[in-house]
């Protein structure tokens, strides 16, 4: 099976840097993905990472350390709009699936 | 991107009745559509996986003869929640994912069931 772990909260200040960690124990591995999620609304891609290292992309990075099942996306500049839940989802490699398995979200606070 | 709509994004229903949830793909032909359900402050939890022309395939404790799925077309896949009860409200979500590399699910807008 599959088990993901995620803060369930943090706060920031607007304009401050946030980091998100992610811990996860699967059966293979085959890809971490991080969604933005905002209240009501249906998930939204934010990043993608299958081998070790940083990903950057604008004023959001996602990094990954295969060794360690450990990922954390990092926040720059943060505006109020970036309130949202931000799921780490990792798909595994059991049976030939390739249906990502969600965190249950870390519900980030910006507040000016 | 693939754009998936779903439809409608809230329905608020009595006790006992049944709810249809659609989910369209409307610039890729979807033989596959994933169906999610999220509770307040919870995790996706997928619940089937449903095949253009055949049975949809459910997760373990999801009751197929209560959440009924149709995909008959490459475009339409439908969700139905049969005889709904309180503890069926929440937020149901059907998404597209091809697996491949880097390609990320597409998930359709959602849709909040309230069940009074």
């Known amino acids: 099976g599959q088990n993901i772990d995620q803060p369930t909260e943090m706060t920031a200040t607007e304009g401050a840097i946030v980091q998100i960690n992610c811990t996860y124990q699967t059966s293979g591995f085959n890809g971490l993905f991080w969604y933005q999620q905002h209240a009501g609304e249906a998930p939204t891609f934010l990043s993608y990472?299958?081998?070790?290292g940083l990903e950057e992309k604008g004023r959001f990075s996602s990094f990954l350390s295969r060794s360690k099942g450990y990922s954390y996306l990092l926040l720059k500049e943060l505006q109020m709009k970036d309130s949202a839940s931000y799921l780490c989802?990792?798909?595994?490699?059991?049976?030939?699936?390739?249906?990502?398995?969600f965190g249950r979200g870390t519900s980030l606070i910006v507040h000016p | 991107g693939a754009v998936v709509s779903q439809h409608p994004s809230w329905v608020i229903c009595k006790s006992g009745t049944s709810v249809k949830i659609e989910c369209r793909s409307l610039?890729?032909?979807?033989?596959?559509m994933f169906w999610y359900r999220q509770f307040p402050k919870q995790s996706l939890m997928l619940m089937a996986t449903s095949n253009e022309g055949s049975k949809a395939t459910y997760e373990q404790g999801v009751e197929k003869d209560k959440f009924l799925i149709n995909h008959a077309s490459l475009t339409l896949s439908t969700l139905t929640v049969t005889s709904a009860h309180p503890e069926d409200s929440s937020f149901y979500i059907c998404?597209?994912?091809?697996?491949?590399?880097?390609?990320?699910?597409?998930f359709g807008q959602g849709t909040r069931l309230t069940v009074v």
């Open positions: 989802a990792v798909r595994g490699a059991s049976g030939g699936s390739y249906i990502p398995t």
């Open positions: 990472n299958v081998l070790d």
């Open positions: 998404s597209q994912q091809t697996g491949v590399g880097n390609t990320e699910a597409f």
């Open positions: 610039d890729f032909q979807a033989t596959t």
